[in-house]
């Protein structure tokens, strides 16, 4: 018997950005629309208040934000919030939960992740004017998100993580090209969540049209690194609020 080939690790090179909290709630209308329209009408101009120090921040530099309404039984509403760090993210959860319109959420789902860059063979350059960029996203203000989590495939002949780093590179390269034929049409952000999080990145893709979402999630499907290393994890599609389309959201 011949000695058995040992693997020698290559990671990816990372580098890492705003820390992001996708916080999903579900809304109590029944409990919502039989409170006093006084005790309503308190709530929201809390809320309106937390959504201004939010966007304030974005004006700064200091994050992004976004409000969406979700479609389907799995949540009402996204609390999308992207931070330098990890403290100031807790900050903005711990305030939503605190506020008076908090008493009629309740969790459904959440992931917290951080923006990641990775290149397989070399590191990246952080000062690069492509990069720094989409270090720090900024949210959309308008159009639809889809969100979900994904890990890369550790079974048997299947696994990404004992591919060599340039193999692991050209199915990659096979992979962006693909996402690059959606330009102009869909905005995609990759967050990194080994260690972090159930699954290992979170993936949005923001589009004017969410018909794009079906369209290029589809197509990558026949690409080789999600035929056979891609597993994913629950959907969630939704709709940008601006502060008018949030109050009609609320019946007010």
Request: glycine residues 8%; contains cysteine.
């Amino acid at each position: 018997m011949g000695e058995m080939e040992r693997h020698v690790p290559e990671p990816t090179h990372t580098l890492e950005g705003w820390h992001v909290l996708h916080d999903f709630r579900l809304l109590d209308f029944a409990r919502w629309f039989s409170a006093p329209l006084e005790a309503r009408e308190d709530a929201w101009e809390e809320l309106k208040g937390l959504v201004r120090e939010w966007r304030e921040l974005e004006e700064a530099g200091q994050g992004s934000y976004g409000i969406y309404q979700v479609v389907g039984h799995k949540a009402d509403l996204l609390f999308l919030n992207l931070r330098p760090g990890l403290d100031p993210l807790l900050e903005a959860e711990a305030r939503l939960s605190r506020s008076a319109f908090a008493r009629y959420l309740g969790r459904s789902y959440s992931f917290y992740s951080v923006v990641e860059l990775g290149s397989q063979e070399k590191p990246l350059d952080p000062e690069s004017p492509y990069v720094k960029p989409r270090l720090t996203p900024r949210v959309p203000k308008s159009g639809y998100v889809c969100f979900y989590p994904m890990n890369k495939r550790r079974q048997g002949q299947d696994n990404w993580y004992m591919l060599p780093a340039k193999e692991r590179a050209s199915l990659m390269k096979a992979h962006g090209e693909t996402g690059r034929k959606y330009q102009g049409k869909v905005m995609q952000v990759i967050s990194g969540a080994q260690g972090l999080d159930d699954w290992e990145w979170g993936v949005d893709l923001f589009s004017e049209d969410p018909v794009q979402f079906k369209k290029i999630v589809y197509e990558m499907r026949f690409d080789e690194v999600s035929a056979r290393y891609g597993e994913f994890g629950p959907f969630f599609v939704g709709k940008y609020l601006d502060e008018e389309a949030l109050r009609a959201f609320l019946g007010l």
